[in-house]
Nanobody, 116 residues
């Protein structure tokens, strides 16, 4: 059973930085199969960064994804934060269910609030 737990969210002023962490347990998950999403009220959940090293255009140059595959930890370093970055950030992975079919796993989310 895969479990994902995010941490590191909080309140920060515009221009500040935060580092989010996602710890995976229950299975060994490669960072290449993990990603960060975010969702703000009234908006669709969007892909922010993927462990393969791709980023949404809105965060390129500001956010950096990294991880420790041995400890199953994925990080999202967020620099030069902007008010529009305010959202609940979710860790995500796809892994085989007992049937062998891939399914989605999500963390509980961590709130990031960027004040003007």
């Amino acid at each position: 059973q895969v479990q994902l737990v995010e941490s590191g969210g909080g309140v920060v002023q515009a221009g500040g930085s935060l580092r989010l962490s996602c710890v995976a347990s229950g299975s060994t998950i490669s960072i290449n199969n993990m990603a960060w999403y975010r969702q703000s009220p009234g908006k669709e959940r969007e892909l922010v960064a993927h462990g393969s090293g791709t980023y949404a255009d809105s965060v390129k140059g500001r956010f950096t994804i990294s991880g420790d595959n041995v400890q199953n930890i994925m990080y999202l370093q967020m620099n030069n934060l902007k008010p529009e970055d305010t959202a609940v950030y979710y860790c995500h992975t796809r892994a085989p269910a007992p049937s062998g079919q891939l399914r989605d796993y999500w963390g509980q989310g961590t709130q990031v609030t960027v004040s003007s």
